[in-house]
Every structure is written in structure tokens, then in C-alpha cells.
């Protein structure tokens, strides 16, 4: 294993597993010493500090979010079984988080309605009965896996509750937000990426029949604003689109919120002086400030691509015109030029929501405000009726999964005691 505090900058690879599990040093090291930098395996152009990342995400006429392959359905001629998995796929279209202005606005502006304030308010009561059933479930327990137990269901029923689908089928959406997830890892071998094509094809048959139920019979959830919207009047969605908007609806209006609920436990456990400030001080004013410090510190979202439309230099690198660049957030979020003592988990900064956890600019994510309610109601209900959260007896410390673009647990067995 390379040592990223030894080996010369040019060395570094950000995309080995070690350094998706673990980036922190390796992303300091890259502010300091080369805010730009091409690395030299897949040639991607890594940005890294705070200033740029945000000038980054603000100008989209640079930095496009529309990539090479974009309307294509993935195949890979030198696999035939993946070819034969995806020969009735639709193709991959870009929309809202992999468009561009105006188009990208267009898209976006179906969905906006779902996430508008008063329609966030009427989902509280609901995000806080799913938040009491599902601790309910673990409480005399005494302990759980907080990702399986808490983290993952909580958004994930808050989500497919707004798109619109059965309960029943919670454990399909998560198998699908699964399949989404390690195509974006670059991380699964020949087998991983035909099984993650199996689950996007099952995704693509499944949400086409419901798409044509809302057609026939709209109803007032996400799915029917997606298939009855069209552009500029003139255009109907059409399928292919349609399924490009709901599977990022799907993605991120679960994983990355399940990540943040899961490691904002985790940092508790291991800063007891930080949760001690939360513990005497359980007011809405506190636990947002917790919640803002965990988007910061965890940054689900860690990296996210954008393609330069022209030359670009940048810190005397020149970037050229449609290179891939990674835009990362998480290095941005611990950029010491912008949050003091970045590197510490502290819930009283004061600049708090200066973080870039749901991005920047036009794409700045779509379900913060959703997000950020699921995890102040789903904290407040935790920290009501548990405490005293430790690692689980026998409990290995917790780990990271490798993944290019998100960051995240892949579990957390923790102990606690319950409030009577």
C-alpha cells in the first residue's frame, strides 16, 4: 500500500479503494501541494480547494455536467453478456444533475414543486412517525447496525413515499439504489458491472409500467409530475427521460442522507466532548448546527464530474478543452483556508453552512431541504428516546466503502441505553 505521506505528489492514484475509504490525508496533501492535479492513470484533473470547487460548480458554461456517452446505453462491445443485459435498456439521458442550463432548468423545474417548503412542512409529522416505528423496532434491544436499522429506512420511505410507490417495494428501490451506486463506484469487476446492469434494467421495466399508470390516472406525487410534465409546453417527457430523473431522485434522495445519518452517530461516538454540548442542549437551534457539521465533516457526496468546454488554467495547470475534471466536495469541505481546524468535528463553528455538502450553484442538490429535515426530525427522535450511543461489543470499528463518487459507512453495530 502506497504511503500518501511519503511518496511524491505525482504517485499519488485517488482512485485506489485505500484512498476512496480514506482521502483525508491524501486530499490536504493535494490543497497544499496541487490543487490541480491530472492524475496519471485515468487523466482526470482532481480539484481540490474550497475557492475553486465553488468557482468550479458556479460556471457551468466551463464546467459542463454533460459527459462523453451521454445518450447511450452503456454497452461494452468486448462483453457480449453485458451487451445481451442491456440490449432492451433505454438509453442513458442526460437531465437534471447531468445537464446543462437551460435544458437543465427545464427538467429540474417538474420536480421543484415536490421539494417546495410547504410541502416539505406536511411531511414532518410523517418523517417523525417513521423515525419512533423504526426505533421501536430496535429499542429494547439495546443495540443495532444503525445503517440497516435507522440510517437506510428513514429516507428511504420518506422518498419513495414522495415519488410515489408502494411500501411493499422498499426492498426493490433498494436493491436498484444499490445497482446505481456501484456503477458510480468504479470500483466492481466484470460480474459486479453486469449485476449492477441486471438491477438497472429491472429499475427501467418497473418504473415504465408505473409511468404509464400515472399517464392513464395521474396522482399527486413525483412520478405523475415526471411523465405528464413537457417542454415548453411542446415536448411530453418521454421514457428514457423520465427514468433518468427518477433514478437520481432514487439515488440521492437516499444514500447520501442514510450515509450522513449513520456517520453523525459514528462522530458522536468518537467525539464525547461534542456530544456532550449536543446532550445538554437538545434545542432545534443545536441539533442543526449538529446536522450541519455532520454534512461538512462527512460529505456524503464527496466528488462529482464536470467536463471543460474550453483551456482552462488554473494555479498555472492548464486543463484542456473536454478533459474530465472531479470537483471534490469533501476535500472543499476540510479546506482549512475556509473552516478553522477543519480536520475537527466541532458543532459550535460559526460558519457552518458555508459547506458545499449539497454542491454549488444550479446543481445545487435538489432534496437539501428534505435531507436536511430527515435528519434534524430523525435526530431529535433519537437523541429523545436513546443515549449514551458506544460501539457494540465485539464491534469492529466501522468502515468506508470505496467509491469514486459518494462516501459512506458500510455499517455501524453501536449499544445504547434507552430513555425512560
Known amino acids: 500500500m502506497t504511503d500518501i505521506s511519503r511518496c511524491p505528489i505525482h504517485e499519488i492514484n485517488p482512485m485506489l479503494p485505500q484512498n476512496l475509504v480514506d482521502p483525508w490525508l491524501m486530499n490536504k496533501r493535494l ?5 490541480v492535479f491530472q492524475d496519471p492513470n485515468s487523466g482526470i484533473f482532481f480539484i481540490s480547494r474550497y475557492a475553486d470547487v465553488v468557482a468550479m460548480a458556479t460556471d457551468p458554461q466551463t464546467f459542463s455536467s454533460v459527459m462523453p456517452g451521454a445518450n447511450t446505453r452503456g454497452v461494452n462491445a468486448d462483453d457480449p453478456e453485458l451487451a445481451a443485459i442491456m440490449a432492451d435498456a433505454y438509453p442513458n439521458v442526460p437531465t437534471m444533475l447531468t445537464q446543462d442550463p437551460p435544458l ?3 427538467y429540474r423545474k417538474f420536480v421543484d414543486g415536490a421539494f417546495a417548503p410547504r410541502n416539505l412542512k406536511k411531511l414532518e409529522p ?3 412517525q417513521i423515525s419512533n416505528e423504526l426505533i421501536d423496532d430496535f429499542a429494547d434491544a439495546g443495540r443495532c447496525e444503525f445503517l440497516e436499522a435507522f440510517g437506510i429506512p428513514l429516507p428511504l420511505n420518506v422518498i419513495a413515499s414522495q415519488i410515489g410507490t408502494p411500501l411493499a417495494d422498499l426492498g426493490l428501490l433498494r436493491r436498484w439504489t444499490e445497482a446505481f451506486i456501484g456503477n458510480l463506484s468504479q470500483q466492481l469487476d466484470k460480474e459486479g458491472i453486469r449485476e449492477a446492469a441486471r438491477g438497472m434494467v429491472e429499475f427501467q421495466k418497473y418504473f415504465v409500467e408505473r409511468m404509464e399508470e400515472r399517464r392513464a390516472n395521474p396522482t399527486d406525487d413525483i412520478l405523475s409530475m ?3 410534465a413537457s417542454i415548453d409546453g411542446e415536448k411530453p417527457i418521454d421514457n428514457a427521460e423520465g427514468l433518468s430523473m427518477l433514478s437520481q431522485i432514487l439515488v440521492a434522495g437516499n444514500e447520501t442522507t442514510a450515509a450522513s445519518l449513520t456517520e453523525g452517530i459514528w462522530l458522536l461516538i468518537q467525539n464525547p466532548d461534542q456530544y456532550e454540548i449536543l446532550r445538554n442542549d437538545l434545542t432545534a437551534e443545536r441539533i442543526s448546527d449538529f446536522v450541519e457539521e455532520v454534512l461538512r465533516y462527512s460529505s456524503p457526496s464527496s466528488n462529482m464530474f464536470r467536463r471543460a468546454t474550453r483551456d482552462v ?4 495547470v492548464t486543463i484542456p478543452e473536454n478533459a474530465i475534471c472531479f470537483a471534490r466536495f469533501a476535500s472543499a469541505n476540510q479546506d482549512e483556508a475556509q473552516f478553522e481546524d477543519a480536520q475537527r468535528f466541532d458543532i459550535t463553528r460559526t460558519n457552518l453552512k458555508e459547506h458545499v455538502a449539497f454542491g454549488k450553484g444550479i ?3 435538489l432534496g437539501a431541504a428534505l435531507a436536511r429535515r430527515e435528519m434534524n426530525i430523525g435526530f431529535k427522535v433519537v437523541f429523545e428516546r436513546l443515549e449514551n450511543f458506544r460501539l457494540a461489543d465485539g464491534a469492529e470499528p466501522p468502515q468506508f466503502s470505496p467509491n469514486a463518487l459518494l462516501h459512506g459507512l458500510t455499517g455501524l453495530d453501536v449499544a445504547f441505553d434507552v430513555i425512560r
Open 31 to 35: 490543497r497544499d501541494e496541487a490543487p
Open 104 to 106: 437543465q432548468r427545464r
Open 126 to 128: 410523517y418523517i417523525e
Open 226 to 228: 415526471v411523465v405528464n
Open 313 to 316: 488554467t488554473l494555479h498555472g
Open 363 to 365: 446543481h445545487h442538490c
